[in-house]
């Protein structure tokens, strides 16, 4: 069946290093990729997204490109700052984007940054 | 707009007692989504709705869990008899029309004793 891999965590980064998370996935037909970002406390909320391959999604300076030959879709962001500190969960979507589509997410992956 | 709203925030109670946790969705959106998050587990989706209607509940646990949603602005999840192994963040998420618009509420963090 579908199913997203994360990297384990936790990632410790400095402020202003530079960032990768590492998704892959494993899915039938051609699923749309999503990266979402849980604050402290907070439920998810969506950071970006990529319907097709080769598409880059980008938000608040991360990005993601949809790589269908390897199945991945790594975030990456260039140089990180505290408030990133976060748990950052990669997952698809099972049929494409269509209404009501239940989403798969990946384990998550938590991010801490230190000034 | 208000968000997805979820209540109670937070929940203790005994084994073997009933629990119900609530949800109200977005108005104007057709899905709701239950998902239940442990660290051992991570983010499990329970069950979905679309139109009031269920769509899939394969990933409710077993019997003790079950879910409702009687109209568009309310849902509730119910667990009975809870377990100390139900202990967790359980979340509700409501979208229209394409499924990465998944608005997600606050969450309920509960806690069986």
Partial sequence: ?115 | DAGVIQSPRHEVTEMGQEVTLRCKPISGHNSLFWYRQTMMRGLELLIYFNNNVPIDDSGMPEDRFSAKMPNASFSTLKIQPSEPRDSAVYFCASSRGTAEKQFFGPGTRLTVL
């Fill in chain 1, 1 to 115: 069946g579908n199913s997203v891999t994360q990297m384990e965590g936790p990632v410790t980064l400095s402020e202003e290093a530079f960032l990768t998370i590492n998704c892959t996935y494993t899915a039938t037909g051609y699923p749309s990729l999503f990266w979402y970002v849980q604050y402290p406390g907070e439920g998810l909320q969506l950071l970006l997204k990529a319907t097709k391959a080769d598409d880059k999604g980008s938000n608040k300076g991360f990005e993601a490109t949809y790589r269908k030959e390897t199945t991945s879709f790594h975030l990456e962001k260039g140089s990180v700052q505290v408030s990133d500190s976060a748990v950052y969960f990669c997952a698809l979507s099972e049929n494409g984007s269509q209404a009501g589509t239940a989403l798969i997410f990946g384990k998550g992956t938590t991010l801490s940054v230190s000034s």
